[in-house]
């Protein structure tokens, strides 16, 4: 079967950088995003990477290993509004979207 | 307004009801979705639809019934459900269905409590 696996939760402190892993087992890979969804609020875009390699935008980066089925979100200077649940996904040879069940991430001052 | 709208943002209905939640976009695009989000789960894709034609349903029961009349609207109409139903749907839209670098764009979804 097809499977992506995240830790359920993180805490992190104000200011820090914390990685959030994401590792998957997919029928195919047409590339795997990274999306932020606040409480109560609409999934939104981060990242997405279909090549080996690291991907930086501004505080947050993204990293693939194909080979290895791994991928991290990594977030620098952490601020309070960085606490939201990050929903990791990958699109299978069926253009098929596969979500892991999120991390929610605690950010503490 | 921009962007992928949901109505209502709340919904409590028994379990003999009919209701239907509505979805709008704004972008143009050709791909809408509806997604089940229950808590600390997956999202679950419940139906696609690409160029106003459905193209996927994830053995759904018949209880959710999807509906879209154009390519800016997507409604799921509801009836009968059970209380394990409850949940955040969400909807979401994308410019193509049939592609890799597929990025959604979600709706704040709607908040179902089924009694």
């Known amino acids: 079967g097809q499977n992506i696996d995240q830790p359920t939760e993180m805490t992190a402190t104000e200011g820090a950088i914390v990685q959030i892993n994401c590792t998957y087992q997919?029928?195919?890979?047409?590339?795997l995003f990274w999306y932020q969804q606040h409480a109560g609020e609409a999934p939104t875009f981060l990242s997405y990477?279909?090549l080996d390699g690291l991907e930086e935008k501004g505080r947050f980066s993204s990293f693939l290993s194909r080979s290895k089925g791994y991928s991290y979100l990594l977030l620098k200077e952490l601020q309070m509004k960085d606490s939201a649940s990050y929903l990791c996904?990958?699109?299978?040879?069926?253009?098929?979207?596969?979500w892991g069940a999120g991390t929610k991430l605690i950010i503490k001052p | 307004e921009t962007g992928v709208t949901q109505t209502p943002r709340h919904l409590v209905m028994g379990m003999t009801n009919k209701k239907s939640l509505k979805c709008e976009q704004h972008?143009?695009?050709?791909?809408m979705y509806w997604y089940k989000q229950s808590a600390k789960k997956p999202l679950e894709l419940m139906f696609v639809?690409?160029?106003?034609?459905?193209?996927e349903n994830n053995s759904v029961p018949s209880r959710f019934s999807p509906e879209c009349p154009n390519s800016s609207h997507l409604f799921l109409h509801l009836h009968t459900l059970q209380p394990e139903d409850s949940a955040l749907y969400l909807c979401?839209?994308?410019?193509?269905?049939?592609?890799?670098?597929?990025?959604?764009?979600f709706g704040a979804g709607s908040r179902l409590t089924v009694l």
């Open positions: 979401a839209s994308s410019q193509d269905h049939y592609s890799g670098a597929n990025v959604l764009t």
């Open positions: 972008l143009g695009h050709n791909a």
């Open positions: 997919t029928s195919g890979f047409n590339g």
């Open positions: 996904a990958v699109t299978d040879s069926n253009y098929q979207l596969i």
């Open positions: 639809y690409s160029l106003e034609e459905r193209v």
């Open positions: 990477n279909v």
